[in-house]
């Protein structure tokens, strides 16, 4: 069964998400050629939305076909000329008022068409709503305070029955951390959702292309045709494309869910993508591309004030820890010697890290401080960390997945931070963490999740709360705390060098 869980997982990873040769059905794409804006691909569907002028369009220019009224096709062709990334303008075509919007791609320009939704606020409308939201969040300290406060804006904007905030730790699974519902979907606040629901690649996909909408999960994808793009004979690359059709797998998954809509915004985060704004219905919901830009703009808003506070947290915290370094080195050179100082100023030296526990291992001799495992185990998990030739920083929040010695000693040293203070030696300093026995509540059980019956792949079937006990870790190490030992290590460094010269020099 492992085996074939692996074998699972690795097919999810190969999802071709980004050429899937088709899209959903809620409007109509085209791929035009550069810089003559001749059509080369066109969705089956082309005709159909955008009107019965619209069929044979491929090989020609656009603006030599009729359903290209004279505005729509001057300002692309000035779109394409200048800057812009995104052309996303209304236009009067054939019988009817589209959104259309274009992107440039390696193969050509990508130009897609949604019938327009007069409901939509105008864009004027919009941005007193983005100043009032800036304003109201401006002050606000806390990050999951902020994150109620969007989920409530795009509730609001957008009508959805259950819009979440998702946040991944740092092995990619996801925790809802806030929710807004209007009670016709269930709450799924506080649950975890595992890494392999969102796939890599489609992290990936998420964190360059901000925003994604599925009107439903219940379509027939409508094919590109013709299916290999003349320019390089490849697969049309839909990564930018608002109607990209979406992997069936995920499409079980949303119908396992009860979910018919879904809208996905990203928070991305100093480049990395740090949660979504996932946005749920219970029946087929469009949301108007216009009304999509401001969510996307939403989403960017919120990802740089998370990233304001969580600089700020950290640096007030690498400000701090820097004080105690200070302090403690003030110390250590006026003691006798350096282990005996760190003894001596036993909290300072545990405080470097926030640590629980502390041993210094020289010359096969171990000081300790605080909580830790026996003096013996000390020097062989020293002895553990030598042969592995560590750089400058160990550290983990579960010691016993690496050493599996560690599994004894859980209760005072679950987490572990260490630094080498000598290139010959076993040589360290080490920090040590308690095992934080935590209950983590998943969104169906993740090990019975997928069953692979004859080459099919299936994502689990029930979301009903699953709880498990997390044993065996300790209190994540922040990055001031990791920050903090390795600074303290170049100082110890220093230290045990001009010890090693003082001595050799009494001796000469
Ligand atoms: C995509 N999976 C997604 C997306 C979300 C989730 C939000 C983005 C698309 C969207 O907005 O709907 C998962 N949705 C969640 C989670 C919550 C939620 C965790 O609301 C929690 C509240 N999915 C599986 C398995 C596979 C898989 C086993 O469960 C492996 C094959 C695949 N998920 C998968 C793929 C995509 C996806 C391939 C990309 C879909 C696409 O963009 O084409």
Redesign the pocket.
């Known amino acids: 069964p492992a085996a074939a869980q692996a074998d699972f997982l690795a097919?999810?990873e190969r999802?071709p998400?980004r050429i899937p040769g088709a899209i959903q059905p809620h409007g109509a794409l085209i791929l035009l050629a550069r810089p003559d804006l001749r059509v080369l691909q066109a969705s089956a569907n082309f005709g159909v939305v955008v009107g019965p002028d619209a069929e044979g369009s491929c090989g020609r220019p656009i603006a030599e076909l009729r359903w290209g009224s004279d505005t729509f096709c001057r300002e692309l062709a000035q779109w394409c000329e200048g800057p812009e990334p995104l052309y996303l303008r209304s236009h009067r075509l054939g019988q009817q008022a589209f959104t259309v919007s274009a992107h440039r791609s390696p193969q050509g320009i990508v130009v897609e068409f949604e019938p327009a939704d007069d409901r939509v606020p105008p864009p004027a409308a919009l941005y007193p709503m983005l100043r009032r939201f800036l304003e109201r969040t401006e002050r606000l300290a806390d990050v999951g305070e902020l994150s109620d406060r969007v989920a409530e804006q795009v509730a609001g904007l957008t009508g959805f029955n259950r819009v979440?905030v998702?946040r991944f730790d740092e092995d990619w699974n996801?925790t809802?951390i806030a929710e807004r519902g209007d009670g016709v979907l269930p709450t799924?606040l506080d649950l975890r959702?595992p890494a392999?629901?969102?796939?890599a690649q489609?992290r990936e996909?998420?964190r360059l292309n901000r925003l994604?909408l599925?009107p439903t999960a219940d379509y027939q994808p409508v094919p590109i045709v013709p299916a290999h793009c003349p320019v390089d004979g490849a697969p049309l690359d839909m990564s930018f494309a608002a109607l990209?059709s979406?992997?069936p797998?995920?499409l079980e998954?949303?119908r396992n869910?009860g979910t018919v809509a879904?809208?996905?915004i990203s928070i991305v985060v100093d480049d990395r993508l740090w949660g979504?704004i996932?946005c749920?219905h219970a029946a087929e919901r469009h949301i108007d591309p216009q009304l999509r830009a401001a969510c996307d703009f939403l989403g960017r808003l919120v990802a740089q004030q998370i990233d304001a506070r969580e600089r700020a947290a950290e640096d007030k915290e690498r400000l701090r820890l820097k004080q105690v370094e200070t302090e403690l080195v003030t110390h250590l050179a006026r003691a006798p010697t350096f282990q005996s100082g760190l003894v001596e100023r036993a909290s300072h030296w545990l405080g470097l890290v926030n640590a629980d526990g502390a041993a210094v291992i020289t010359d096969g001799i171990a000081l300790t401080a605080g909580s830790t495992p026996p003096i013996d185990a000390i020097l062989r998990l020293a002895e553990w960390m030598h042969e592995r030739r560590l750089d400058q920083l160990y550290a983990t929040d579960c010691l016993s997945a690496q050493w599996t010695e560690g599994a004894a000693f859980t209760d005072v040293a679950s987490g572990v931070v260490a630094v080498p203070i000598s290139r010959i030696h076993a040589s360290f300093i080490m920090w040590f963490r308690p095992e934080i026995i935590r209950t983590v509540t998943w969104?169906g059980d993740p090990a019975a999740?997928?069953s692979a019956e004859t080459g099919r792949?299936h994502?689990?079937a029930s979301f009903a709360s699953w709880t498990e006990q997390v044993r065996g870790r300790s209190r994540p190490w922040r990055e001031a705390e990791r920050l903090s030992a390795v600074d303290f290590r170049t100082a110890a460094v220093d230290f045990v060098l001009k010890r090693a010269e003082e001595r050799a020099q009494l001796t000469e």
Do not use: N, Q, T
């Open positions: 097919a999810c999802e998400i979440m998702y996801g809802v799924y959702f392999f629901d969102i796939p489609a996909l998420y994604r599925i990209r979406v992997s797998v995920h998954y949303m869910m879904s809208m996905s979504l996932s749920h969104g999740k997928v792949l994502p689990r």
